[in-house]
């Protein structure tokens, strides 16, 4: 299968899995009005940005990096917010370096 036919193939993978976690966040809100829908939408739209990101270096599609990064910030604000963590703002820094480190470790030893 050419690379061509894959991007596509990855967005509409995302696209369902963003559209599923709605699905869920709204139904869960539907059975407990109480709870902080919006922190389990941001966690769980994270998530999947970091399982496109898995998917597209698994593919070597390209335009992990960005993904990456907002799904580490997102899944990290709503966890944050979620959870009543208090802790310094720096901390979205480490865990955006973190992840390029990851990342760029993963590239070099892809192309070994």
Known sequence: M????????LTYITLGLVILVAGVVYYLA????SISWWWYL?????????IDTA???????G???PRAALGLFLLS????????IT???????VVVGVALIVYGSVKVTARR
Do not use: N, Q, T
Request: glycine fraction near 8%.
């Open 2 to 9: 050419a690379l061509e036919s894959v991007k596509p193939a």
């Open 30 to 33: 539907e059975l407990d009005p």
């Open 87 to 93: 802790f310094s703002w720096p901390v979205f820094i």
């Open 77 to 84: 604000v709503g966890a944050v917010f979620l959870y009543r």
């Open 42 to 50: 941001l966690i769980g739209i994270g998530a999947v940005m970091l």
């Open 55 to 61: 998917l597209r270096i698994a593919v070597d599609a």
């Open 63 to 65: 335009g992990a990096l």
